[in-house]
């Protein structure tokens, strides 16, 4: 059964930087596309970055598009996402999902494996 956590969140100050983790198991990581979703305190779920099955393609919202990157490494069978430049506005629970649609630019994520999500507080 495949399983999906999320760590690395936590309070930063502005202009911080965290970087996440999603740890997967019971299934590799090879050919799979990630995302990252971000659903901020009274809104809704803001798919923000992602990574198709070759990581040779990502895609991000044009709210982080320069400050977060999306990464994996296949043999630790792990996503990541680099946060830097951190504002107030990026607080929100951060959740991982395999499985996801990206490519041509289009991130869709309503299917796929989610993890249980991670805090970010951007506050001083």
């Known amino acids: 059964q495949l399983q999906v956590v999320e760590s690395g969140g936590g309070l930063v100050q502005p202009g911080g930087s965290l970087r996440l983790s999603c740890a997967v198991s019971?299934?590799?990581?090879?050919?799979?596309?990630i995302g990252w979703i971000r659903q901020a305190p009274g809104k809704e779920r803001e798919g923000i970055a992602c990574m198709d099955k070759t990581g040779g393609s990502t895609n991000y919202a044009d709210s982080v598009q320069g400050r977060f990157t999306i990464s994996r490494d296949n043999a630790k069978n792990t996503a990541y996402l680099q946060m830097n430049s951190l504002k107030p506005e990026d607080t929100g629970t951060y959740y991982c999902?395999?499985?996801?649609?990206?490519?041509?630019?289009?991130?869709?994520?309503?299917?796929?494996?989610w993890g249980p999500g991670t805090h970010v507080t951007v506050s001083s």
């Open positions: 019971g299934r590799s990581l090879d050919n799979s596309a």
């Open positions: 999902v395999v499985d996801v649609f990206c490519r041509l630019g289009i991130f869709l994520f309503s299917s796929g494996s």
